[in-house]
Nanobody
Framework: QVQLVESGGGLVQAGGSLRLSCAISGRPFSRYALGWFRQAPGKEREFVSAITTSGTSIYYSDSVKGRFTISRNDVKNTGYLQMNSLKPEDTAVYYC???????????????WGQGTQVTVSS
């Protein structure tokens, strides 16, 4: 059974930074593409970022491009989302997910973390 455990969420002022971590267990992380999604209250879950198994291709939504950075460390079986210049509009529950192939669609992912709350104040 593959499990993902997220950490790093919290409360931060606008303009601040947070780094989210996603630790995978059960199988080597190197076998999976990593995706990050977020969901605000009353809104649909939206794609944030994704990275291929090799790390050679990276994708971002337009709303976070230039501010967020996705990365992975397969030796540590951990993925990351570095979030800089945070805005109140970034407030949401953030989820990491693993898939055999990289995708922007949530239904393509096989395993999900529990989610971590990120709140950005004005």
């Amino acid at each position: 059974q593959v499990q993902l455990v997220e950490s790093g969420g919290g409360l931060v002022q606008a303009g601040g930074s947070l780094r989210l971590s996603c630790a995978i267990s059960g199988r080597p992380f190197s076998r999976y593409a990593l995706g990050w999604f977020r969901q605000a209250p009353g809104k649909e879950r939206e794609f944030v970022s994704a990275i291929t198994t090799s790390g050679t291709s990276i994708y971002y939504s337009d709303s976070v491009k230039g501010r967020f950075t996705i990365s992975r460390n397969d030796v540590k079986n951990t993925g990351y989302l570095q979030m800089n210049s945070l805005k109140p509009e970034d407030t949401a529950v953030y989820y990491c997910a693993a898939a055999k192939f990289v995708a922007r669609i949530s239904s393509e992912y096989d395993y999900w973390g529990q989610g971590t709350q990120v709140t950005v104040s004005s």
